[in-house]
Every structure is written in structure tokens, then in C-alpha cells.
């Protein structure tokens, strides 16, 4: 039986990696370009896995999750959120909508596949609650926290600050930076140098071909669709 992976994210190239990742015929992508499209298509489909995006037109993926961990049936699907590469990603806010775990883009395909299939409720757990449901009087409606408290939630797997997620090093060089300026003083032309001179240096190959990877091709995606339209109006 496929099981079902809800996509929301409004890169063309994210979708296809992930409809390429999961070809082998055991999952159904059901994919969607924005926010509202995957709440409106979350109780159709009714996915055993939700990836978001988390900046997308209409709602985000924070706020994606949210609505799913409010939904009086289906609340226990997992969330995977999607992090672009040089995105903020606010973890608080991800732990208060409830998020299972997060992955940074451009990730690698085996990565996705492991992730998905640690979080993915086994068949015999999704029959289980869905049988509880039925015979259920009251809706299995996730508690609110009273106002002002810590909102808890499902453990949420962090970004993780290392060279493979932070393409150019940044975080390091900033913070090896901020200490030896606590020590010397303020920040000076040569210091600016220097540490320009270091982000430089991060700029490798395989750095330069992942931007390259992600962004590529959707501007020559927005290139032909322009083209198209002004063929079309002439």
C-alpha cells in the first residue's frame, strides 16, 4: 500500500527532487505550490507525512503545522519543515506549531528518505488510532496551553550548525571574528578585510554548484515562462 507525502513548497526544483527521491513506487507525492493550497488538500488527502516550506505564498509552513496539529482528527500527522539554506529558521516557533523534525535545503535524497521513514507512523499504528477515532465521542483535540505558559510539543529536530548546512561557514567566521574583536576592540577596515578575504575563501566548488543547484533553475524556469507570455501577447 503507498503511503501518501504531502509537499508544499513553491520551488519547482524542491518539488521535483522530492518526486524524484520518492520514485520507487511506494509513496504518492501529492504536491502543492503554497500555504492555503496545503490546507485546503491536507484533509482530502489525508498524507501519512506533511513536508513545508517554511516561506511560501499564503501560510507558512509554521503555520501550516499549526492547523494541522488543530485538526480534531488528523493531528498526529508528522511535519517535516523545509529550511532554506540562507533562511532564518525560528525553532521556538516550529516547537510551538508542533513541527516533528526540520531538513535544510538542498539536502541530499538519502537524508530526506531516512528522515521520512524515522517519523513515518507504521500502518499498524495509523489502523490502531484511526479505529480509536471511531469509536471515539470527543474529538482527539490537542490541549492548549493556558495564556502566558510554555507551549510544549513534539521533540523538533534543529538545524544543525555545521559546514555541510551552513554553505559558507558563516557562523564560525563571525563568531571566531566577534571574540577577538571583544578582545581588541572595535572592528576595524583591515578586520572587514580579513574577513571578507574568509568568506572568499568558502566560496568552493561544491558550495557555488549547490546555490547554482536551487537557484538556477528557477530563474530559467522564470525566464521562458516571460518569454512565453510575450510571444503569446505579440
Known amino acids: 500500500m503507498k503511503r501518501t507525502i504531502l509537499l508544499a513548497d513553491d520551488s519547482p526544483t524542491i518539488r521535483r527532487l522530492v518526486t524524484q ?26 498524507p501519512n507525512v506533511v513536508l513545508a516550506d517554511i516561506y511560501m505564498p ?18 498526529k500527522t508528522p511535519v517535516v519543515l523545509l529550511v532554506g539554506a540562507f533562511e532564518a529558521f525560528d525553532e521556538d516557533t516550529a516547537k510551538q506549531a508542533g513541527a516533528t523534525a526540520s531538513i535544510t535545503k538542498p539536502f ?12 513515518m ?16 465521542t470527543t ?16 521533540p523538533i529536530e534543529p538545524v544543525a550548525e555545521n559546514e555541510s548546512d551552513d554553505l559558507l561557514g558563516l557562523a564560525t567566521i563571525f563568531k571566531q571574528e566577534a571574540a577577538a574583536s571583544s578582545v581588541g576592540g572595535a572592528i576595524t577596515d583591515d578586520d572587514i578585510d580579513r574577513i ?22 528557477d530563474i530559467a524556469a ?13
Open 222 to 234: 522564470k525566464v521562458v515562462s516571460e518569454e512565453l507570455k510575450r510571444i503569446n501577447e505579440n
Open 58 to 75: 499564503g501560510k507558512s509552513g509554521y503555520q501550516v503545522c499549526a492547523y494541522i496539529r488543530s485538526h480534531s482528527e488528523l493531528n
Open 121 to 136: 507512523p507504521s500502518e499498524a499504528d495509523e489502523s490502531h488510532a484511526s479505529s480509536a477515532s471511531a469509536h471515539s
Open 21 to 46: 527521491t520518492f520514485s520507487d513506487g511506494n509513496f504518492r507525492i501529492v504536491e502543492v505550490n503554497n500555504g492555503d493550497a496545503a490546507i485546503r488538500t491536507f484533509e482530502e488527502v489525508r
Open 196 to 217: 571578507a578575504e574568509r568568506v572568499m575563501q568558502k566560496l568552493s566548488t561544491p558550495v557555488i554548484e549547490n546555490i547554482a543547484w536551487e537557484v538556477v533553475p
Open 108 to 119: 541530499e535524497p538519502g537524508a530526506l528518505i531516512e528522515l521520512v521513514q524515522s517519523i
Open 139 to 154: 474529538p482527539a483535540v490537542p490541549e492548549r496551553a493556558a495564556a502566558g505558559s510554555t507551549v510544549s510539543a513534539s
